[in-house]
């Protein structure tokens, strides 16, 4: 059985690190919190006191960090301290699930070629209780070997896996779909809120639009609107899912990819504008969905 290095053990990556747990895998787990640690390790994870101590004698080391600047130090190192290539054994595969610029995570794999270890970046899309269930979407960039390799833990977290291309490409096209997401997301709340602006009835008017022309994932399975879709976070004061301040990070990743592509993008840009002043309100640890409040009318 495959022997797994886990470092970031956040609303994501602990989750993720007990599927791996509970499919028998022997993991051993690193974060900066040790709250994180500690509930890993109650579940028969192995605990490090160092990332590098994590991983080095991994088959697997799978990384879920806030940033880009946090991935480049994991990896390459930072001042005097070894990065995980110094370390790690060279038929080791390296997966980075963190969503990230597409530069940072290009910048870790050549190293890694360099040095003849697989890289692969693998963001992932299905929020925290597609990370519990087993059923995430990883957007694989990376060798066809390692898309191969990673298939051994990558099928125990997830549902979908799909090779988007280089290292590199899988940050590009997770940072794609977030921002047709928050677009959708903003186009969602407006109409609804239209809709109720003129009387109408926002479950009746969500249940026409889903089989209508104006149909889409928000209205299938993330509807905005307080008390009209059961267990999603509209109808828990926002709570849970995937927070605004989160949002606007991935709207920004997209603008940068933007404008060094030269892509024309306004209907992101303008969804990033939206989701900034949100989260400058106050409502960053809200729920994305949260952004339906910028149209309601204040009672």
């Known amino acids: 059985m495959a022997t797994v290095a886990f470092i970031g053990l956040g609303n994501m990556g602990g989750p993720m690190a007990a599927n791996l747990i509970k499919a028998g895998m022997t993991v051993t787990v690193f974060d900066l919190v040790p709250a994180a640690v500690e509930a890993l390790t109650a579940q028969g994870a192995l605990s490090a006191k160092t990332a590098c101590g994590a991983a080095a004698s991994a088959d697997y080391v799978i990384s879920m960090l806030p940033a880009g600047k946090h991935v480049q130090a994991l990896y390459l190192g930072h001042g005097n301290s070894k990065g995980l290539l110094d370390i790690v054994p060279k038929n080791s595969v390296l997966i980075d699930c963190s969503t990230i610029d597409a530069d940072t995570a290009q910048l870790v794999g050549v190293?890694?070629?360099?040095?003849?270890?697989?890289?692969?970046?693998?963001?992932?899309?299905?929020?925290?209780?597609?990370?519990?269930?087993?059923?995430?979407?990883?957007?694989?960039?990376?060798?066809?070997?390692?898309?191969?390799?990673?298939?051994?833990?990558?099928?125990?977290?997830?549902?979908?896996?799909?090779?988007?291309?280089?290292?590199?490409?899988?940050?590009?096209?997770?940072?794609?779909?977030?921002?047709?997401?928050?677009?959708?997301?903003?186009?969602?709340?407006?109409?609804?809120?239209?809709?109720?602006?003129?009387?109408?009835?926002?479950?009746?008017?969500?249940?026409?639009?889903?089989?209508?022309?104006?149909?889409?994932?928000?209205?299938?399975?993330?509807?905005?609107?307080?008390?009209?879709?059961?267990?999603?976070?509209?109808?828990?004061q926002y709570q849970g899912g995937f927070m605004v301040d989160l949002m606007v990070k991935d709207l920004g990743?997209?603008?940068?990819?933007?404008?060094?592509?030269?892509?024309?993008?306004?209907?992101?840009?303008?969804?990033?504008?939206?989701?900034?002043?949100?989260?400058?309100?106050?409502?960053?640890?809200?729920?994305?969905?949260?952004?339906?409040?910028?149209?309601?009318?204040?009672?």
């Open 111 to 236: 190293k890694a070629a360099q040095m003849g270890i697989e890289f692969m970046d693998a963001p992932v899309s299905g929020g925290t209780a597609g990370a519990a269930a087993g059923t995430l979407t990883f957007i694989c960039g990376g060798s066809d070997t390692a898309y191969s390799k990673a298939q051994t833990v990558l099928t125990v977290m997830g549902a979908n896996i799909f090779h988007a291309g280089a290292v590199g490409a899988g940050q590009i096209a997770k940072i794609c779909n977030n921002m047709l997401l928050s677009v959708l997301m903003v186009g969602t709340s407006e109409s609804l809120q239209l809709g109720i602006d003129n009387g109408l009835d926002p479950k009746v008017l969500s249940d026409i639009m889903k089989v209508s022309s104006g149909g889409n994932w928000t209205l299938d399975k993330y509807n905005p609107c307080p008390d009209v879709m059961a267990a999603v976070p509209s109808s828990n």
């Open 253 to 299: 990743l997209s603008q940068q990819a933007a404008l060094a592509s030269n892509s024309s993008t306004p209907m992101g840009a303008l969804a990033r504008s939206l989701y900034v002043n949100h989260a400058k309100q106050g409502h960053g640890r809200l729920d994305f969905s949260s952004i339906f409040e910028q149209f309601a009318k204040q009672k």
